[in-house]
């Protein structure tokens, strides 16, 4: 912010200014004034996504559930969304910088960023507004954070992909040893690698594939959370139905980052734009959570029931009353402290039921 090529921030949020002896102007770093009424259910879509979608993430979960207890956890919870408000000022502050810079009169060689070059702004600012030594650390720690990120990503990925799903494939048949889990995991860590590898290639912005990644987090994983917490009697057969329902339905929609057209066109749909007006993403995750509720609580009912025989259930799911459920949750031989004790055991209850359920 001190560099003789940055304006006052303060100066530029909300108007442009004119560079000195050029006719390029620079500033106006806010952002759009008002929401066009055509673009309010894009908007609506995006609100929702930042709100809820983020809760889903394995990250946050492998931190809560590993907490001691539920007080615990939710300690951690609130803080954390402290955390991300006070993580997001530096962006917005590199941002600002950016914007408010006469490039002339850096190293950078052309007169302003070129809106393509925008996913790049980061190294751009710490390379070019920055004392070499701060842009040698500040580059060196943005590179060490991808790898870090990266790595514990494909891992996390091959772990659940092994315990989440080949276990369970091979539960049906015969117990997979250790060592049989141990190598499909090491297997799919390099395909995995191979994927993001062909990915990282193909696709030129990171950004657009982390919206891509919330975005198909809070249509297809957040309605599956939401049941498995709260709706009693959801089971697989509902999962499996809703996630494949939910992709269809998704992609149906369009996917401008790997230029897949839209085949569905839902309400509102812009036919010179190509685009969708309607909030279809809230549209779908709604559907996926009613599919998920009526689709377990029919199978619930027909293998409960026995109207269909036990060896049709094909994943083998323990399907118990929430009454019997709720009794066991209220029992806590070892609770000490009324209801903390109580609340302990409904969250390793609910752990329990993430790990056999997701």
């Not at 790898?147 to 091959?158: E, F």
Request: net charge negative; proline share 4%.
């Amino acid at each position: 912010m001190s560099h003789d090529a940055v304006t006052n921030i303060a100066d530029t949020a909300y108007s442009l200014l004119p560079l000195p002896g050029s006719n390029i102007t620079t500033g106006k770093w806010v952002g759009i004034d008002n929401v066009d009424a055509n673009s309010s259910g894009i908007f609506l879509d995006g609100f929702l996504l930042l709100c809820v979608g983020g809760i889903p993430w394995q990250a946050y979960f492998q931190r809560v559930l590993s907490a001691k207890s539920a007080v615990v956890a939710q300690k951690l919870s609130f803080v954390a969304a402290l955390g991300c408000i006070f993580s997001a000022v530096p962006a917005v502050l590199i941002g600002a910088i950016a914007a408010s810079t006469d490039w002339n009169q850096t190293d950078f060689g052309q007169a302003s960023v070129s809106e393509d070059r925008y996913k790049d702004i980061l190294p751009i600012v710490l390379q070019y507004l920055c004392p070499p030594a701060v842009s040698f650390i500040g580059l060196g720690a943005v590179s060490a954070a991808v790898m870090s990120s990266t790595d514990s990503s494909i891992l996390a990925a091959s772990s659940m992909f092994t315990q989440n799903v080949y276990r369970v494939w091979r539960n049906l048949c015969s117990k997979p040893s250790d060592v049989e889990l141990i190598w499909v995991m090491r297997l799919f860590i390099i395909v995995i690698g191979v994927v993001a590898t062909v990915m990282a290639i193909q696709v030129t912005s990171t950004y657009q594939l982390w919206f891509l990644s919330s975005d198909l987090v809070y249509v297809i994983l957040f309605p599956q959370l939401l049941c498995v917490i709260y709706i009693p009697f959801s089971n697989s057969y509902g999962s499996l139905t809703a996630y494949v329902l939910g992709w269809i339905l998704r992609m149906g929609g369009g996917e401008a980052t790997f230029d897949i057209e839209p085949y569905i066109k839902y309400p509102w749909f812009d036919e010179d734009g190509n685009a969708q007006r309607f909030p279809y993403k809230t549209f779908i995750m709604i559907i996926n959570t009613l599919t998920i509720i009526t689709v377990s609580g029919i199978t619930s009912y027909l293998f409960n029931k026995e109207i269909i025989p036990s060896k049709y259930d094909v994943f083998k799911m323990q399907i118990c009353a929430p009454s019997q459920q709720d009794d066991e949750t209220d029992q806590d031989p070892d609770s000490k402290d009324g209801d903390h004790g109580q609340q302990n055991v409904a969250y390793l209850n609910s752990r329990d039921q993430l790990d056999t359920k997701l």
